[in-house]
């Protein structure tokens, strides 16, 4: 799989998702239609994660993001 | 249809409005939204605003509206109030319904919240039952007049897209879009409650499901994003959600997969795809969506056994004419008989096809955005030289963000925030560059293609 900050760049088109002082929910960077584009394309990559089990703070940063992807690796 | 709607909030002993911590019967609805239609009535006969978001007070303000025979204009409070401002002008509105604080001292307010009286309500010289505002290629909102006998028309078709009238809508969309006309004319004139989504749940996928799980509506009505959204949850099936057997979509173009992943997930689900320009009172086409139609590259959009209005196709445009469509905008004068929606289609098999628009106009999470509104409020911001507003598109060919670039003298931050405070949110491009310069080929029209190929390259360009 691709780095996670490249697959945000192309879903987002926007470079601020590699500021890592900004929370992507907020800032409006991972709004609805990324949220979608994301998990569907994680989904494709066999990372099946349950959107209502996730911790919305985890979706405020890259890493945040990163260790949802490396949790469920884990298990 | 008001007396309809008077009748049916009499007879139905059942929730009409559900939040997540509030609820409204329709008895209580139509004793609030009469007291509020007696404080109306007495207050002239201009368009009426409505200002506030999903609260239980929205629909008592426009059923309030309806029996007062004042024109509603449905305002979403997050919207700047530059905006509000221009359609306060164009409506020539003399009040505005409080349902959310409006801090601003320049139009009377009134609290949907009145005082019971014994006061006989006086009809009114008015057809116009609510304006909605869309994008306007000008540069400014663009006011759509939707009058009684439209909306009874409307109604009426509704009635027979669904195979039964819901028992309970889970309603997404805001009031001041129109999709959430479906909602509220099930519910109205037919008894459907509405189960309202705000935008705090809409964002927030555990509150969300919350929400369904709690209240367990038997249909919903959405822009397909939000049915893509509702998907992404593996567990969103007939197993779980037994109680989901209709789901309508409108607002935006419905993919064959996210149509095929919901009649794959729910057995028995009747699914509508729906089509309609504002112009037209939300929608005046609908098809039951089978799985054989998903494997073709569009989904039908309508039966032409069954619809609202007249449809037509002249040089590949969708045309409308007949009970559903408007008479003309808000601030022209030209009188409509014949609209041409500028949405391209076909007619195959008494099937209506949609697919995709002749001008700049771009359908962005359901909303309908014209580049050239967004461009006009750009060019408008002081410093600000030159500038072109482009859609990035998906695989799927659908708008997943706006682009602008700017050239002037002006910094990121002063661009952004003038947009916004003119700008719904919706409308505000996600990523603003300011450039030396724009390129223009010979005609000095911006070229669209060029921007968006050099756009990439900066971004590959950043990894």
């Known amino acids: ?75 | 249809m008001i007396e309809a709607m008077i009748q049916n909030c009499l007879k139905q002993n059942k929730i009409a409005y559900q939040t997540f911590d509030d609820s409204l019967t329709f008895q209580e609805l139509y004793e609030s939204s009469l007291s509020l239609a007696i404080v109306l009535n007495q207050k002239g006969s201009s368009p009426v605003l409505i200002y506030g978001h999903k609260q239980k007070e929205m629909l008592i303000s426009i059923f309030a509206c309806l029996l007062a025979n004042r024109a509603y204009v449905p305002i979403d409070d997050a919207w700047p109030v530059e905006r509000i401002l221009e359609i306060m002008n164009q409506t020539q509105a003399s009040c505005l319904i409080e349902v959310s604080l409006f801090p601003y001292d320049v139009i009377e307010k009134i609290s949907p919240v009145q005082k019971k009286q014994n006061i006989p309500l006086q009809s009114l010289h008015n057809e116009i039952a609510y304006i909605i505002f869309t994008s306007g290629s000008s540069g400014k909102p663009k006011g759509i007049p939707i009058t009684y006998e439209n909306c009874d028309n409307f109604s009426q078709w509704i009635a027979g897209v669904f195979p039964h009238i819901p028992d309970s809508i889970l309603s997404q969309a805001s009031f001041s879009f129109d999709l959430s006309v479906v909602e509220l004319i099930c519910c109205l004139r037919y008894g459907s409650a509405i189960i309202a989504c705000d935008r705090t749940r809409l964002h927030d996928y555990g509150q969300l499901f919350q929400l369904i799980d709690r209240y367990q509506p038997s249909s919903i009505v959405a822009t397909p994003t939000f049915l893509r959204m509702l998907l992404l949850n593996k567990e969103f099936d007939s197993h779980h959600y037994p109680f989901i057997d209709q789901i309508y979509c409108c607002g935006e173009m419905l993919l064959c997969d996210t149509a095929l992943k919901a009649l794959t997930r729910f057995e028995d689900l009747i699914l509508i795809n729906a089509y309609g320009p504002s112009e037209a009172t939300s929608a005046v086409s609908a098809v039951q969506i089978n799985q054989e139609m998903c494997q073709s590259k569009y989904l039908p959009v309508g039966d032409m056994k069954n619809l609202a209005c007249e449809v037509t196709i002249i040089n590949d445009e969708i045309v409308l004419s007949g009970k559903s469509v408007f008479h003309g905008y808000l601030s022209s004068s030209k009188n409509i008989d014949q609209y041409f929606t500028g949405d391209l289609g076909y007619i195959e098999n008494d099937l209506l096809y949609c697919i995709g628009r002749k001008d700049s106009q771009i359908k962005y999470k359901g909303y309908r955005i014209e580049l050239a509104e967004i461009e006009q409020v750009l060019s408008s911001v002081p410093h600000v030289e030159q500038c072109a507003v482009f859609p990035i598109m998906d695989s799927n060919n659908t708008v997943k963000t706006i682009k602008a670039y700017v050239t002037g003298d002006i910094s990121l931050n002063t661009v952004k925030e003038e947009l916004s405070r003119k700008l719904p949110a919706y409308m505000v491009p996600r990523s603003i560059k300011i450039v030396d310069q724009i390129p223009e080929n010979a005609n000095y029209k911006i070229d669209r293609r060029r921007l968006y190929e050099r756009f990439k390259r900066n971004i590959n360009g950043n990894l």
């Open chain 1, 1 to 75: 799989m691709k780095d996670l900050k490249e697959i945000l760049m192309e879903i987002c088109e926007d470079e601020r998702v590699l500021d890592s002082s900004i929370d992507l929910l907020e800032s409006g960077i991972l709004d609805s239609f990324a949220f979608i584009e994301l998990f569907s394309y994680l989904e494709d990559e066999g990372i099946e994660l349950q959107p209502t089990r996730i911790d919305r703070n985890s979706l405020r940063s890259i890493d945040g993001i990163q260790k949802l992807i490396d949790d469920y690796l884990k298990k």
